[in-house]
């Protein structure tokens, strides 16, 4: 009997966090859209969204301006944010819970430095490929983090034949901050393609369209899945990869898959919005904290948590010093740098 009520007291609890992290969510979309230099009521937001998706006729109450706002300018802008902060949490997720490390992430990693040097280049170069037209850009910066993962674990392995999680961390470091100096290079070399370059790294989803969305949408759906089709392997790797091999785990294979969606997700998102740090960290430790290690439901609640974090620094750093933007990378930095410290003395500590 006490079992049974544990087992019930356990199931309700999650289904209260899945309800809270979405009502969170939503609530996060609607304040982006609404708040801003003019502001626009959630009622309107309601009608506006319903009549562009049925077909229907606005009220003639409601502002043609104010319908234009939210369907051209701020509905795709916090949908990109969504997206962004969804693959940059899940991401971070799945690194920590592959490495049994809280540290991991995509910024730790190396893997936000490469997307960004293949983006900087495409940018940088003016690169158009015929076949893939749009998906130019994702398509380089995903190659970018592929390539630095293979060079990070390359590099570990050189290094420490046992591949300690510390040792690939610190490897990653290493490559990111070799991979910004060359950025830095590009941008002295930059004329006219200096703004634009500067303006994308500090990372930001402002004046993005629907072609943005239009352009990350396939990656997140497939680097999503293949994590989501992979937490039961993550729950047993994270016990060492010796007891996943006891019960039947492909280690190798499973790493990979996840080492390749992770990258996806990563490469996507920082082709469409800069490099934005820590939301990776951040969001998949507060999810542990709460929920505890099973990834069947630290991954949805990462997604879910991740993209209304996002959605909420970039209403701050649109908000703050209005009517001025800051990108949004600087509020996760200030955000995501202490609690990184914080993280990183309690295990040092431990």
């Known amino acids: 009997m006490p079992n049974l009520f544990i087992r019930r007291y356990l199931q309700n609890r999650i289904w209260i966090i899945y309800l809270t992290a979405v009502s969170a969510l939503v609530l996060s979309l609607l304040l982006g859209i609404s708040i801003g230099t003019v502001q626009v009521s ?22 043609p301006m104010h319908s234009n706002i939210v369907l051209s300018i701020r509905l795709p ?13 899940i991401a971070g997720a799945s690194f920590q819970g592959l490495l049994r490390n809280p540290l991991a ?25 015929p076949l893939l037209g749009l998906f130019t850009l994702p398509v380089i910066s995903i190659l970018g983090s592929l390539l630095t993962v293979f060079l990070v674990l390359t590099f570990a392995r050189k ?14 470091i290493i490559f990111s901050s070799f991979l910004g100096s060359v950025i830095s290079l ?12 500067i303006g994308w790294l500090l990372g930001s989803v402002s004046m993005r369209g629907w072609d943005y969305i239009f352009i990350i949408f396939p990656f997140f759906i497939a680097g999503t899945l293949i994590l989501m089709l992979n937490a039961k392997e993550l729950n047993g790797m994270s016990f060492g990869e010796d007891q996943a091999r006891h019960i039947g785990i492909s280690v190798q294979k499973r790493k990979y898959m996840i080492l390749i969606a992770g990258s996806i997700l990563t490469g996507a998102a920082v082709a469409v919005s800069g490099t934005i740090g820590f939301v990776g960290l ?12 099973n990834h069947q439901h630290v991954l949805p ?12 620094a970039d209403l701050i750093s649109r908000t703050v010093i209005s009517p001025s933007e800051l990108p949004i990378g600087v509020i996760t930095a200030l955000i995501g740098a202490p609690i990184f410290a914080y993280i990183l003395l309690k295990k040092r500590g431990a």
Request: glycine share 10%; no cysteine.
């Open 42 to 63: 959630i009622v309107d937001i309601l009608k506006i969204i319903s009549a562009g998706i049925f077909g229907g006729v606005l009220p003639e109450y409601v502002d």
């Open 105 to 129: 992430d995509p910024f730790t990693l190396g893997m936000s430095s490469g997307a960004s040097v293949g983006a900087v280049l495409t940018l940088f170069f003016s690169i158009n490929l």
């Open 301 to 312: 609640l990462s997604v879910i948590s991740g993209g209304a974090f996002l959605v909420v």
């Open 186 to 197: 590009m941008i002295a070399l930059s004329g006219e393609e200096l703004r634009q370059i």
């Open 282 to 293: 951040v969001i998949p430790h507060f999810i542990r904290r709460i929920i505890g290690y």
């Open 159 to 172: 290094v420490d034949r046992t591949m300690k999680v510390e040792t690939i961390i610190l490897t990653g």
């Open 77 to 89: 802008r916090v949908l990109l944010a969504l997206v962004v902060g969804s693959s940059l949490a």
